[in-house]
């Protein structure tokens, strides 16, 4: 059963409240440190976009969270495995109610459109099951070179690059939710 904790996104302060600081929470998981960078970046750009509005953002290893803290808005991302959400974090943004959702992935710019589809389709059900008002899917980087039999499977170019994520775009989507999270101050 789908468990939303009531009043956890875009909390209006009590009237005592109304001086604190609101908070912003990334949440992700990172096996190689891609979604860690990312949630870093977002959150960094979030900090000087909204800090002279009195919100903060901090990014949150998903499996460190202690989850007592009421954050304004909730973030979460993590990467693509086995073309789908990395199951943890996949679970976790199932049962929230977020803000955003965003994923990093190496395939997804190259491989061939029908897996591009199902990469972009599965980040975008999780971000709608959270209520999410915007979801996006960067590049990712990879260990080791993808073999042969792989890069026939998936349709990627023989020159293939070790990393696929532009932290331009990253940078260019913390402008679109700094601009959204600002018009609901
Ligand atoms: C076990 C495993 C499975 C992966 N499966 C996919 C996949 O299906 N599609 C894809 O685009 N990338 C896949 N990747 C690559 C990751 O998306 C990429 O390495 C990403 O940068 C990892 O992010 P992280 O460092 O935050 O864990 C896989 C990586 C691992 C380790």
């Given at each position: 059963m789908r468990t939303v904790r009531a009043g956890r996104s875009f909390r209006k302060p009590e009237a005592s409240q109304e001086q604190e600081m609101k908070t912003i929470e990334i949440v992700y998981a990172s096996k190689t440190g891609t979604s860690k960078d990312v949630a870093r970046r977002i959150a960094e750009n979030l900090n000087s976009a909204l800090k002279p509005a009195e919100i903060q953002a901090e990014s949150v290893e998903l499996s460190g969270r202690n989850g007592d803290s009421t954050p304004w808005a909730v973030i979460a991302g993590g990467p693509i495995n086995g073309m789908r959400l990395r199951q943890d974090i996949g679970n976790f943004i199932d049962g929230e109610q977020l803000f955003a959702v965003f994923s990093v992935s190496y395939l997804v710019k190259h491989a061939r459109k029908m897996w591009q589809k199902s990469i972009t389709r599965n980040v975008a059900e999780h971000a709608s099951r959270a209520g999410a008002e915007t979801y996006r899917v960067f590049g990712g980087r990879a260990e080791s070179a993808m073999p042969g039999f792989a890069r026939f499977l998936f349709g990627?170019?023989?020159?293939?690059?070790?990393e696929t994520l532009d932290m331009s775009e990253v940078d260019e989507w913390s402008g679109e939710l700094a601009e959204k999270l600002r018009s609901r101050i």
């Open positions: 990627l170019p023989a020159d293939m690059p070790m």
